[in-house]
């Protein structure tokens, strides 16, 4: 099976280029992406990229498979129609082959405060939350930050500083919708600019793409709805 | 020496999801119309202004390369009001899922395409 492959190494190449790799696959395989990669690395080890636990739980590994964002570990070979074509995540600059800058992603993280605030004296043991509450985070929680989204999101390709982008938003209605944070106004306050929420034009490539089926199209609905309700 | 960064952006090289081909045609039909406004305000005048200028509005739209114009950008409008509907009817919190959004993509571009038929058909 065919592999073409982005390569670019700045210390040697003055630009990127594609290419190929042949690779002996036995029919009927359930070979991911990832194992691939890695024996394609052992006839070419100068190929670049990230992986860490192989099971889709770290996010190190998002690329961009056959024209979609997706996790390499995640990605059964036989689910692709070859020519199999990999390049690093769209609109992130390119470090060395697929490996990419997580610089502007982890600022827009960053950016939305992602950890628990209350401003109201600690109880003894632990704050509680009903399962009600709880359930609440379900589907907003699970975020491996793996980018797949917010490189795959237009409205981040055209404003990638002014715009938070899908990932950041669904971590910023993961701590919007905690019972236990107590920061919901300043958190709206800072998102209620035209670009950081707005400029989702409800595309939904983030949620296609997502590899843990999230949704952040509807976190950013919900955050949407939310700033209606408090009359920000 | 420092080299200018790369980054993978080739649009070329992307797939594109049904509901992003939806929003693409959308702001494309928006386009599109937006920029016929100047046309149909001048045959709008034209026509209300005297006799000869209904005459000479009602002929020049029965050329063919005329009528395609005026096709397309009906159906353009069209497309663009379903597509309008369809996020107006999300921001009511009805189709935010997946499926849902795929569902009312698909239904968007059957209603557009009906309705420039039917249009064809009323035209020609």
Known sequence: ?232 | MKKKPFSNFDLLTIRYPLTAVISILHRLSGLFVFLLIPFFLWMLQTVTHSQTGYDHVHAMLMKPGIKFIVWLSLAAFGYHFVAGFRHLIMDIGIGESLAMARLTAALTLMFSIIWAILIGIWLW
């Open chain 1, 1 to 232: 099976m065919r592999f073409s492959i982005y390569r670019y190494n700045p210390e040697v190449d003055s630009e990127p280029y594609m290419k190929d790799y042949d690779l002996e696959i036995p029919p009927n395989s359930d070979m991911m992406v990832l194992e691939a990669l890695l024996k394609i690395k052992g006839k070419d080890e100068t190929l670049v990229f990230r992986s860490s636990c192989r099971e889709g739980v770290c996010g190190s590994d998002g690329m961009n498979i056959n024209g979609l964002n997706r996790l390499a570990c995640k990605t059964a070979v036989s689910s692709l129609k070859p020519p199999i074509v990999i390049r690093p995540l769209v609109n992130m600059t390119v470090i060395r082959d697929l490996a990419v800058d997580f610089t502007l992603f982890f600022n827009q993280y960053e950016r939305i405060q992602p950890y628990l605030q209350n401003n109201t004296e600690a109880p003894q043991k632990e704050r509680i939350q009903t399962p009600k509450e709880r359930a609440k985070l379900d589907g907003f929680y699970e975020c491996i930050l793996c980018a797949c989204c917010t490189s795959f999101c237009p409205s981040s390709w055209w404003n990638p500083e002014k715009f938070v982008g899908p990932a950041g938003l669904l971590w910023a209605y993961r701590f919007l919708a905690d019972s236990r944070d107590t920061a919901t106004k300043k958190r709206l306050a800072n998102l209620e600019d035209p670009f950081s929420v707005f400029r989702c034009r409800t595309i939904m490539n983030c949620t296609v793409v997502c590899p843990k089926n999230l949704s952040p199209a509807e976190a950013v609905a919900n955050i949407r709805r939310l700033m209606t309700k408090e009359g920000s």
